[in-house]
């Protein structure tokens, strides 16, 4: 069983992608108001998408305004019997 803490990859991820180290992540915290631009955003879906082995539609990635909805977003991508935690 896989588990997935979002906040970790999150801050994993941005700082590999665009060099930003974000501290303080909750599930309200809105992904536009971090500084990321759209190829740094872009990156790390593509991150989570190569960690995780799973794809995100572009149709649900544009429902994705915080953290807390992409977490939901790979919860429903992510193989059965794994855990996504915050």
Do not use: C, Y
């Not at 190829?39 to 990635?61: G, S, T, Y």
């Amino acid at each position: 069983m896989a588990t997935v803490h979002i906040p970790s990859l999150f801050q994993q991820a941005a700082l590999e992608v665009s060099g930003k180290k974000l501290d303080n992540l909750s599930g309200a915290t809105v992904i536009s108001k971090l500084g990321l631009d759209s190829v740094a955003v872009m990156e790390l879906v593509a991150h989570f998408e190569e960690k995780l082995n799973i794809r995100m539609p572009d149709e649900e990635l544009a429902k994705v305004q915080t953290v807390a909805d992409l977490g939901g977003l790979v919860k429903r991508l992510m193989p059965a019997g794994s855990e996504v935690t915050w």
